[in-house]
C-alpha cells in the first residue's frame, strides 16, 4: 500500500505544477494585492505614470492579469485587452 500512496501522491503534484504553470500569465494570474507592482512594470516607460497606474490596476482588479513587458503582450490577458472605454478604445495600457 505504501507504493500506491507513494505514486499517488507524486501525481498528484505534478498534476497541480501543470496546473499552475498553464494559468502562468492568463486570467487570475495576478492576485489583487500584487496589481501594484505588477502594474508599476507595466507603466514604468510611460510620460504619465500616475493615469498609466490608475488604469492598470483598474484593469488587473477586474481580470487579476497584467500582460508583461511595457507595451504589447496583451494576448496574453484577454480580459485586459478587451476592455474598452465608453468611446470603444481600449482602456488598459
Known sequence: ???????????????????QLSNAGGEGSVPVEECPSACSVRC???HHPGNCMDVCQDCCGKCLCVPSGTVGNKD??????DLKTKYGTPKCP
Open 1 to 19: 500500500m505504501g507504493k500506491f500512496q507513494f505514486y499517488f501522491l507524486a501525481i498528484l503534484v505534478a498534476s497541480m505544477a501543470i496546473i
Open 44 to 46: 514604468s516607460a510611460t
Open 76 to 81: 496574453e490577458c484577454p480580459c485586459y485587452r
